[in-house]
DNA sequence: GTAGGGTTAG
């Protein structure tokens, strides 16, 4: 881990440094020889690799491939010329050199010195196999990985590292097709590697009983709780909407065990889930503890800014970070800025920023800055980029909606039928808005307009009830955002059968008054249903936890986190 | 002494 490294210069270790009078006979040749382990730079490498050449200790293998270990990743051309004046390398120095191109931006290129290996007869050993195998995957070589894998076999070096870098292979260049398992490996014990593998996917379901599960086997198996596997499960417990449980997992780990990865997973979390300011006193903590922040902590930063609505702040810290930080802004950083200066409706400014960088054709970028126009009602520039975007990315859906969607919000039906219409020439078909809640270990899932639910005459009565309720409450249902230019009454009637209000009523009706509601939705949530579930969770007084496509929103007493934005 | 795992805009 680079934060345990020293970070002073250590040239002062070396003979021919002034500040230090000892001659470097007082080191011991073990410890000249593991220096380059400790090193910072390539530059601090090349000195001790002067001084392995000055005293002759250069001759001693392992002072070689401490040189090649360190210069792979930091400087492959360096380490290969090492390499190759080197008389005798060792297999340990040959595998290096086979990982280090492998993971190179060439990956095939291991491929060249394996063949001079085979033909000097050196046998290949599992470490080599796995660099090669790598190689494969990474460069998506299916032919050449099947003869690496039947090598593998022929010479019986498959192990349990070996194994899954192989099928990591075939999962990446065929979906894992011809590769599965004959049956579930009987006495096979899951280990911390294992179940953090396992999240991500439990983390996009948002399967929050099954990441639970997850979490207790681990306990239970009594798992030491290392970075990788609490990384996992903070994220996790963030996607599936429980963020309390996700600070609970950070908080039980070490803070001297604490790296980037885990700060910037759960800086991510406070920021997915509107909570800006704690996300920011995070980000503060992290860097009081010496942590240096990297591009993704600041896609965590300036998204929790942009999120939580604090426009000065995202922008002083993009600011800071790439004068103070060094870190160079990417497409996500950019994604962030665009939401950010439209959220506030400083769409000009948006737009100059997106222009301003070589992705002002990125559809994300395009998508989103349509949006803040339909937010804002800027038929201006969101016509430009709206019809931009639907030339672009002619086959995505969205960008049509969203650009009805502004649209129909100032009444202009013709414009809005023409995309209709434009749609259909072309083949593009709306993605059906579908909502799920998990109740007792069950996923029910809900389109708009469902009849199929076993209790769907229960969940309409419900909607009915809440609907007479709301009405009382003087709540006028905004149907802005349904694109047919039909009558009022039709238009709430097919408002009143979207997926998440469906949801929201099976939900009321089956859980203890009080409790959480959690429903997720594959689609962003639309207007009204966003002012209906605020009052539901006033009038119901119900904390209503809601994922859609790119965020949550927490409603809670009749207001959301989101402060109506998204 | 070498290899597998975790975080990233809308």
Same mark, same amino acid.
């Given at each position: ?41 390539? %530059? ?8 392995? !050449? ?17 210069? *792979?990743?930091?400087?492959?051309? +360096? ?34 010195? +394996? ?29 050449? $990985? ?5 090598? *593998?076999?022929?010479? $019986? ?64 198996? $009594? ?13 996790? =417990? ?48 992290? @860097? ?26 995202? @922008?002083? +810290? ?6 103070? =930080? ?7 950083? =950019? ?43 800027? *038929?201006?520039? $969101?016509?430009? !980029? ?13 960008? =049509? ?16 039928? %023409? ?17 799920? !809640? ?65 949801? *929201? ?62």
């Amino acid at each position: 881990m680079a934060t345990t490294k020293p970070t002073q210069p250590l040239s002062f270790l070396l003979p021919n440094n002034p500040t230090n009078p000892k001659p470097s006979s007082s080191l011991k040749q073990s410890s000249i020889i593991s220096l380059p382990k400790l090193c910072n730079s390539m %530059k601090e490498v090349q000195q001790i690799h002067t001084t392995l !050449i000055k005293t002759g200790l250069i001759h001693d293998p392992s002072a070689m491939n401490a040189i090649i270990e360190f210069s *792979i990743t930091q400087d492959l051309p +360096y380490a290969q010329s090492v390499f190759q004046q080197t008389t005798n390398p060792t297999t340990f120095a040959k595998n290096l050199m086979l990982r280090g191109l492998s993971q190179s931006q060439f990956p095939l290129s291991a491929f060249s010195l +394996y063949v001079e290996f085979t033909i000097g007869g050196f046998q290949l050993n599992k470490f080599a196999f796995t660099a090669l195998i790598q190689a494969c995957s990474r460069s998506k070589a299916v032919r050449e $990985g099947e003869q690496i894998h039947a090598q *593998i076999l022929k010479c $019986g070096e498959m192990d349990a590292h070996l194994a899954s870098s192989t099928i990591q292979f075939y999962v990446g260049v065929c979906g894992g097709f011809g590769i599965v398992p004959e049956h579930a490996e009987e006495g096979f014990r899951p280990d911390e590697r294992t179940l953090a593998s396992v999240l991500p996917s439990v983390s996009r379901l948002g399967a929050l009983s099954l990441g639970k599960w997850v979490h207790s086997y681990a306990e239970n198996l $009594g798992m030491e709780m290392n970075v990788f596997l609490g990384s996992a499960l903070v994220d996790m =417990y963030s996607k599936c909407g429980s963020i309390d449980s996700a600070i609970g997992v950070f908080n039980r780990i070490g803070p001297l065990k604490r790296n980037v990865v885990l700060w910037n997973a759960m800086i991510g979390g406070f920021a997915m889930h509107g909570h800006g300011r704690d996300a920011l006193q995070l980000f503060q903590t992290m @860097l009081a503890s010496g942590i240096q922040p990297t591009d993704v902590t600041f896609v965590g930063v300036l998204r929790a800014c942009s999120h939580a609505g604090m426009v000065d702040q995202g @922008l002083s +810290y993009f600011k800071a970070m790439t004068e103070g =930080y060094n870190v160079e802004p990417t497409i996500e950083h =950019y994604g962030c800025m665009v939401d950010l200066l439209g959220r506030a409706g400083r769409l000009e400014e948006a737009e100059k920023l997106m222009k301003s960088t070589d992705e002002g054709r990125d559809v994300v970028l395009l998508k989103t800055l349509l949006g803040a126009c339909r937010v804002h009602g800027n *038929i201006e520039i $969101g016509e430009r !980029i709206g019809n931009q975007l639907i030339d672009l990315a002619s086959d995505d859906s969205s960008c =049509y909606v969203l650009l009805a969607n502004l649209f129909a919000s100032v009444g202009r039906w013709e414009d809005v039928n %023409k995309l209709r219409n434009l749609m259909k020439k072309r083949g593009v078909r709306k993605i059906a808005g579908c909502t799920s !809640i998990e109740l007792d270990s069950v996923v029910h899932e809900f389109h708009a307009g469902d009849m199929s639910h076993p209790r769907i005459e229960e969940i309409y009565a419900k909607l009915e009830e809440i609907r007479l309720e709301l009405k009382v409450e003087g709540y006028i249902p905004n149907t802005s955002q349904v694109l047919a230019d039909t009558g009022e009454e039709e238009k709430e009637a097919s408002m009143y059968r979207h997926s998440e209000k469906l949801a *929201i009523a099976f939900g009321l009706i089956n859980t203890t008054p009080g409790s959480t509601i959690r429903i997720v939705k594959n689609l962003r949530v639309c207007l009204d249903c966003h002012t209906v579930t605020k009052l539901i969770s006033k009038l119901y007084d119900r904390e209503i936890i809601v994922r859609d496509q790119n965020r949550f929103h927490h409603f809670k007493n009749g207001l959301c986190s989101c402060s109506d934005y998204w």
